[in-house]
């Protein structure tokens, strides 16, 4: 049944105008940022304009569609009475949230998939433009991540439109505004204390989880300057590696079990 | 029985003449050569440690050998003229060759390895080094030496040499009239080290994976140029640190993927001109500066922040950023509005070190697009009132079709296409 659901899931995804208009962005957006900068620049393994464009667009884009499309999906199955129909089949919450977690990875992954041929391609035609295996792996990071807090974002929302708003408050706060209310903290605060803020909200938002799993496996830590010496050099290490993972698979798993139980609450009440 | 003490005899000259051979007394040799001879040494390993005081040519073959110990200094060099060394390995010992009161002394060809710190020379004059390879040890930089260090001397020439994993590669402290060209300095503390140093040259030298390429304190009318300074990306790297000096041309350099290529702190009557800096995290850090200091002429390109201050003057004209969004409608190749470095982020990092975390960040490129709007009327602070529209040298990059990686990438493009169609259908 499981398989019968994520397969008409994925269908259905595929056949959206939405999302293949995010394909088409997508693709288009990446091969020119990768293309511009490249040839612009010499080649080169620091972090650069290049590699902050490349890591930004990715956090910018992908968290974006992901949300917005991963929890309208979710609450147009519940306003519209898909996912009352759904409940008379053989078919539990859980495998209805993993299916619908599946598809959305699967649909993602393709469009990533898609975009990074079009760069190697056009990295074989010019030999210039490159990618770093570092952002392709956290791009698929992100998509898991972002993936699972969608899926929550549609279980919470009430409606297609609340689910909308709901993702861009998500996303708003995740990439720009908790950011720029900690830069404010830090004009009225020690120097140490801002630090140690940052470090907590580094764990706290998955934009900033992925971004700084970025300097510690590409090797760059220093950019994150003298402050960060010990808290990066943890990171750097085979323990701050396991850690990474757990944190990772909690940001995962935690939106996930949420979803159910909140489904599952909500089941019981109508 | 004659047979066999004939065979053993052989036997025993093959194989113990050639272990006498390698070991000489080197210092018999060098006091038997008269002033101003010369010593030509075979090949072979002299054990021991040495001294010269007298004019002397000392010239190695191919694998002459000078070994010490880690305790003393292999060979000293004191109150002499006209010493040249040539073509020597010198292996073990605290320092290689110290060198004291001597003038006119020429090395060339030399390697030193395993060894704190490789020359030192004090108060010498007319000293030339070239050709010289200098491997330190391992260890961190506080548990070892420095390549060459040159103290309160005159009239010095290094030229060629390779220094790697030392403290500091060319320490030169209290010395006047030194010229410092085509080095290579590589995993070491600073490259090159000035301290109270005048009328210095550093020309056409590379700097790679130091924490600094080049420190330069207290020192006046020195030029930097046309050197390569790669790499310095360390927690506190910088390509160049100019503290309090006077008079510094920095000219035709090109610095790439450091931390900071130049901090400027406390300088005076000083020029940044024609340098290119190219994806470093921050270009350019002024300090305490003043207006009589000016950066002129340089390509900014690719960097994460290209000029910072802490508010102190300095004159910048005429250089080239590759993200000024200005236009030219008189064509005479500068921007018709100014170029306006200041971001406030940049001067956030310069007063507190923890916001360095969000650099380049979604949130931090925002804030920088909204202060290019509002920092458009800035005119005191960072301003180019006439930034170039054309960089000086252009990127060439190799061409290299790669026939694989374009079957492959189109191949699982339209893989793609096709699945998503075939999924996509009803």
Known sequence: MNALFIRLEWKQMLRSRWMQLVAVLFVLIFAAISLIQQIALPDGSSFTRQTASFLNLLLFLIPLFILTIGSMGVASDLESGWFSLLKTYPMTVTQYIVGKYIALLLSFFMILILAFSVVLAMSGFTGQVRLPLVFVGLSFMTVFIFAALAILCGVIAKSRLHALALSLVVWAFALLLLSYMLMAVGTLVAGHILQKLTIVMIHLNPAEWIRFGYFIFSGQPSVLGPSFYDFTNFYSSATGFAVYAVVTLLWIALPLVLARSLLNKRGCQT | ?426
């Not at chain 2, 029985?1 to 040799?29: C, G, I, N, R, Y």
């Not at chain 2, 790669?230 to 309090?244: A, K, P, S, Y």
């Not at chain 2, 994460?304 to 004209?317: A, F, K």
């Open chain 2, 1 to 426: 029985m004659v047979k066999k003490w004939l065979l053993l005899s052989t036997l025993f000259l093959l194989v113990a003449l050639p272990a006498k051979a390698e070991t000489m007394d080197l210092q018999q040799l060098i006091d038997a050569t008269p002033a101003g001879g010369e010593l030509q040494l075979q090949d072979g390993i002299y054990k021991g440690s040495f001294r010269i005081n007298k004019p002397i040519k000392v010239i190695g073959s191919k694998n002459t050998i000078l070994q010490g110990t880690a305790k003393e200094t292999l060979l000293q060099i004191e109150n002499s003229n006209d010493v040249t060394l040539e073509n020597l390995q010198l292996k073990t010992a605290k320092t290689g060759i110290a060198v004291k009161k001597v003038n006119h002394l020429y090395m060339s060809g030399l390697k030193l390895t395993s060894m704190y710190s490789g020359v030192q020379l004090n108060y010498a004059e007319d000293v030339e080094i070239a050709e010289t390879i200098i491997q330190g040890i391992d260890g961190h930089y506080s548990k070892k030496g420095n390549g060459v260090a040159a103290f309160n001397s005159k009239r010095l020439q290094m030229n060629g040499l390779q220094i790697n994993q030392v403290q500091d590669g060319l320490y030169i402290e209290n010395v006047s009239q030194i010229e410092l060209q085509n080095n290579v300095i590589r995993n070491s503390r600073y490259g090159i080290h000035f301290m109270y140093t005048e009328n210095a040259k550093a020309i056409e030298n590379k700097f790679n994976k130091n924490v600094t390429g080049i420190m330069l304190m207290m020192t006046k009318n020195t030029d930097l140029q046309r050197n390569e300074i790669n790499e310095q990306n360390g927690l506190n790297g910088f390509g160049v640190v100019l503290f309090d000096g006077q008079n510094i041309d920095v000219e035709g350099n090109v610095f790439q993927s450091n931390r900071t290529a130049i901090s400027a702190q406390k300088l005076q009557r000083s020029t940044m001109k024609e340098n290119r800096f190219q994806m470093n995290q921050s270009a350019v850090e002024l300090i305490r500066s003043n207006a009589e200091n000016s950066v002129i002429e340089n390509d900014f390109i690719g960097n994460i922040v290209n000029l910072r201050s802490d508010g102190s003057e300095t004159t910048i004209q005429h250089n080239y950023y590759d993200d000024y969004d200005g236009i030219d409608v008189d064509d005479d190749g500068i921007g018709d509005c100014s170029y306006v470095a200041l971001q406030s982020f940049g001067q956030w990092m310069v007063r507190q070190p923890a916001y360095q975390y969000f650099v380049e960040s979604p949130s931090v490129v925002l804030l920088n697009e909204m202060d290019k709007q509002t920092n458009a009327i800035e005119t005191d602070q960072l301003v180019d009132e006439k930034p170039r529209m054309m960089s000086l040298q252009s990127v060439e990059q190799p061409q290299k079709r790669n026939i694989g990686k374009i079957v492959i990438g189109i191949a699982i493009v339209l893989s793609g296409l096709w699945l998503w169609r075939r999924e996509a259908a009803i």
